[in-house]
């Protein structure tokens, strides 16, 4: 089995920071790519960032802000989150791409508020 597991979310302030945190443990043959997607309350879930095993990195197009690293060793996925938004205010989960497989986390909830 594999476990994905987030961490880092939070409540802060309109240009605040937040580094969120997923860790991948369990039955690991060979991740191919790790990510990021967030959903915003009443919205689909949508890409935010992804980093394959190669290190090649795609976002989307509203979060030039954010910043995702890998440590590879560790088998865990950063997400570096500055200048945040209200429209940031988000469940963020972890993607995992193992084999022809795909793993999620629970999700972390990121709210920014004054």
């Known amino acids: 089995q594999v476990q994905v597991v987030e961490s880092g979310g939070g409540l802060v302030q309109p240009g605040g920071s937040l580094r969120l945190s997923c860790v991948v443990s369990?039955?690991?043959?060979?991740?191919?790519?790790m990510g990021w997607y967030r959903q915003r309350p009443g919205e689909q879930r949508e890409l935010v960032a992804r980093?394959?095993?190669?290190?090649?990195t795609n976002y989307a197009n509203s979060t030039v802000r954010f910043t995702i690293t890998r440590d590879t060793a560790k088998n865990t996925v950063y997400l570096q989150m500055i200048s945040l938004k209200p429209e940031d205010t988000a469940v963020y989960y972890c993607?995992?791409?193992?084999?022809?497989?795909?793993?999620w986390g629970q999700g972390t909830q990121v709210t920014v508020s004054s």
């Open positions: 993607n995992v791409q193992i084999a022809l497989q795909t793993y």
């Open positions: 369990g039955s690991i043959f060979s991740i191919q790519s």
């Open positions: 980093i394959t095993t190669g290190g090649s």
